[in-house]
């Protein structure tokens, strides 16, 4: 259990929350295991149903992230505050 990431979650007031989780976490679950109050967040309890918890990258991470599937392109669709990264 010594082996932690952190975290730094930025919300839509511009707040920054910074927690700890292990590797293998989903962001989820560490929301979850924190007890983070992120408004929305999770709504469909992970199921990739409702874009709450969509995630802005800095340019550099998102580069190196894989291609972005049809159905991940649909749900952000709905998302608020979307952005290219």
Known sequence: SGNKVTVHFINRDGEKITAKGSPGDSLLDLVIN???D???FGA???TLACSTCHLIFD???YKN???VTDEEMDMLD???GLTDT
């Open 65 to 67: 992230l894989g291609p």
């Open 44 to 46: 469909c309890e992970g």
């Open 34 to 36: 924190e007890d983070l």
């Open 59 to 61: 340019e550099e991470v």
């Open 78 to 80: 709905l998302a608020y």
């Open 38 to 40: 992120f408004d929305g």
